[in-house]
């Protein structure tokens, strides 16, 4: 079974069409720019959604699913590999 068969790529896959990839795809550039230097996926995501806390607020739902689907994958295939994965099933 892929990566992308499992329930949380399910999810979202329906928020297609919803959100802005260029804008989600700075919040994932930052997350791995800040993960680069602290090495802690948890604080990244904090510090980065912090700094774009009204996109957060407004798709609250979509980044809980990113953030669990981040920090499920990522120790797995890599941050850039699952960023990418979210990415390609959002667009």
Request: net charge negative.
């Amino acid at each position: 079974m892929s990566i992308l068969d499992e329930e949380e790529f399910r999810k979202l896959r329906g928020f297609r069409g919803k959100v802005s990839s260029a804008e989600l795809n700075s919040v994932l550039e930052e997350v791995e720019e800040d993960f680069a230097k602290s090495g802690s996926l948890k604080s990244s995501l904090i510090f980065v959604y912090a700094n774009h806390i009204e996109q957060v607020r407004r798709n609250k739902e979509l980044y809980d699913l990113i953030s669990a689907i981040l920090e499920k994958y990522a120790p797995k295939i890599g941050l850039e590999n699952v960023a990418q994965l979210i990415l390609n099933s959002l667009s």
